[in-house]
């Protein structure tokens, strides 16, 4: 396979480069990390430049051979995203970093112990209806469905020198946000993207398009820890909810919980390719697939080895 992109940021010293790309094979237009073979390549790379590869799946991150590039341009006038934080996984405690909320009040995960916990991030001017207008649309929808749970949504924005409270207000407006229920909310510029950076989420800013960031939804407990992250825009809000009520061990729709299931895992062991997969909808298929294959190796072996004189 064949990728066209744009480098966003280069980390010599391990050969890796985040580059926004075009769909090639069955992978969509996405932002992800490779890593550059012979490794001395990638130092060779600056940022906004365009570049050609060879990809191969077999490694995590993917990587990218016989790379040729053209002349960078500059992307930003602001220092590279890429930021050193420690990624956090399964189990730790979330970052108790100082936020405003959309009314202006300060804001800490802190004080939403004992609560279950969504949390997503986005920022206000985002134009992509699959991105962050989607998940607000999902967490609108949480929010009419959570009905007696004790569950708060959050939204973290990206872009945290113009998504100030008042822009905030007239967004969280906009999806009917309840702030006692949903919390849309900005901190100082370093600590807000750190904190984001720490889910695995990083924002590129582009003069072209706006910001472009990895999606991650992370579940986190009453205890303050996260429960799962989910790298992609496929979740129901019932699959949320099905999960929030097993994890107090009330009944919930199985089918729901095996679908969000199904959906985090593959995404788990085979990375960005599945992106969009949506669990039993998209295994249906699969299965399909294979049942109709099957059927027909099985109708050739009989026509070659029984009807054949």
């Not at 970093?97 to 112990?113: E, H, I, V, Y």
């Not at 469905?145 to 007239?170: I, N």
């Not at 986190?220 to 097993?246: F, H, K, N, Y």
Request: net charge neutral; proline share 7%; with cysteine.
């Amino acid at each position: 396979m064949r990728l066209h992109g744009v480098v966003l940021a280069v980390t010599p010293k391990t050969g890796e480069v985040i580059v926004r790309h075009d769909a090639f094979g069955t992978m969509p237009a996405m932002t992800m990390p490779f890593r550059i073979v012979p490794r001395e390549r990638a130092a060779q790379l600056l940022p906004g430049a365009t570049i050609e590869a060879d990809v191969s799946t077999k490694t995590e991150p993917w990587t990218l051979s016989n790379v040729t590039s053209s002349s960078a341009q500059a992307l930003t006038s602001e220092t590279s995203p890429l930021r050193r934080v420690t990624p956090l996984k399964i189990g730790d405690v979330v970052p108790d970093t100082p936020f405003l909320d959309q009314t202006a009040k300060p804001f800490r995960f802190s004080q939403l112990r004992g609560k279950d916990v969504v949390l997503s991030f986005i920022y206000t001017r985002c134009a992509d209806a699959r991105m962050c207008p989607l998940i607000s649309a999902k967490f609108a929808k949480l929010q009419e469905l959570a009905g007696k749970r004790d569950l708060h949504l959050v939204e973290v924005t990206l872009d945290p020198t113009y998504d100030r409270p008042p822009v905030l207000a007239r967004y969280a407006g906009a999806y009917k946000a309840d702030p006692r229920r949903w919390s849309l909310v900005v901190g100082d510029a370093e600590p807000t993207l750190d904190f984001a950076a720490q889910f695995h989420v990083t924002a590129f800013p582009d003069p072209n398009i706006g910001i472009i960031h990895a999606e991650n939804t992370v579940l986190i407990g009453a205890d303050g820890r996260v429960r799962s992250m989910m790298s992609d825009t496929s979740w129901l809000p019932a699959e949320i909810l099905a999960q929030v009520d097993a994890s107090h061990g009330v009944a919930s729709n199985p089918l729901a919980r095996l679908n969000l299931w199904l959906s985090s895992t593959a995404v788990a062991l085979c990375g960005n390719s599945v992106a969009g997969f949506s669990g039993l909808a998209d295994l249906a298929v699969v299965l399909a697939l294979f049942a109709s294959l099957a059927y027909l190796v099985y109708r050739l072996a009989r026509k070659i080895f029984v009807e054949s004189p």
